[in-house]
């Protein structure tokens, strides 16, 4: 028997066939195929000024958001003409081409492809190397959550804006925050690792009892870990007004410093609502990219804290070995009996 199939008018006179569009993607909110797709055309100027024209991972689940996923960056057999693709070098030294948004059809199609998180690169397409943003991702750690994130963010402010740097907020759509500053794309991502970590060590000296750069687990108490390795080439953060793969479709929502001055309530954000929000306060990074500063003060400050006996941090398993690099067991270097 033929799957049920529904046409979708899509922007610039395309048209897109839409498979199974009743198939509940998020069980306990009831939100369909259907209506993931209406929501992307909906918010489609700020997802795309957030996510568009940059290589994007897409996080697909064939059955519900309960289910299996997994990560697909090589576009398809059989991916249409719109969806653009750019060539990525990874840490491996390997290449291979990764999906592009250049229009809301793209996205659009990729939720027929089953995705419902999307994973946008912090460097843009036509400069893969070089990121336009600094991101910060503040994860709060078992006896924690976004509370205690919350009341971290400010601090970050003012050490981001001693480094000549302005940043804007977003929950993650879980218990986390990310702090992105837009940056001139002038350095490569180890460069950009290197101002986050610079920044997470100033931070951490401030709020020595709240923040953490520690990468071993057992190492960081309850508090906040500044997870610098978020800002490593082919790591990626759920995109601004990406749906996330949790029981309330949240989503990842750009915010404004007063909202999480006054209580924001991350939960309250989700393919339903956020619509609406956008339709009655715009949206808050619609000005992200008009200023970008540079992260020269923050490779000052790592450089002063190699010359204090501060090295390199731990990368993730599968990345190379870097020079300076300690020794890797990653995420806990607790040793069985």
Not at 206 to 234: C, H, L, S, Y
């Amino acid at each position: 028997m033929a799957s049920e199939r529904i046409t979708l008018q899509l922007p610039g006179g395309r048209e897109l066939s839409l498979s199974s569009p009743n198939r509940v993607v998020f069980p306990e909110a009831g939100i369909t195929k259907h209506e993931l797709a209406e929501y992307l055309l909906t918010v489609e100027v700020p997802f795309l000024r957030a996510n568009g024209h940059r290589p994007v991972s897409l996080e697909r689940f064939p059955d519900t958001v309960d289910g299996d996923s997994f990560f697909s960056k090589n576009p398809p057999k059989g991916t249409p003409d719109y969806v653009d693709q750019v060539m990525c070098t990874y840490n491996s030294g390997r290449r291979h081409p990764q999906v592009v948004l250049g229009e809301i059809a793209a996205a659009v199609w990729a939720v027929q492809m089953n995705t419902v998180v999307f994973h946008p690169w912090a460097s843009l397409a036509s400069d893969t190397d070089n990121p336009v943003e600094l991101r910060i991702d503040l994860d709060p750690q078992p006896g924690t959550d976004f509370a205690d994130a919350a009341a971290v963010a400010p601090v970050l402010r003012e050490v981001l804006r001693e480094a000549e740097l302005e940043p804007w907020l977003k929950t993650s759509g879980n218990r986390g925050l990310h702090v992105f500053c837009p940056i001139e794309p002038t350095h490569e991502f180890l460069d950009v690792r290197h101002a986050v970590i610079a920044a997470g060590r100033e931070l951490e000296r401030r709020m020595p009892d709240r923040v953490t750069t520690n990468w071993w687990k057992e190492e960081r108490g309850e508090r906040i870990f500044v997870d610098f390795n978020q800002a490593n080439r082919d790591r990626t953060m759920a995109g601004a007004y990406s749906p996330r793969a949790l029981p309330g479709a949240t989503v990842a929502t750009p915010i404004t410093w007063d909202e999480l001055a006054d209580g924001v309530d991350p939960t309250a954000f989700t393919v339903r609502t956020v619509p609406e929000r956008l339709a009655d306060s715009g949206d808050p990074w619609e000005g992200l990219q008009d200023s970008p500063g540079r992260i020269d003060t923050l490779l000052e400050w790592w450089q002063r804290d190699l010359e204090a006996g501060l090295g390199e941090l731990p990368f993730p398993p599968e990345f190379p070995k870097m020079p300076g690099e300690p020794p890797r067991v990653q995420p806990s270097r607790a040793k069985k009996d």
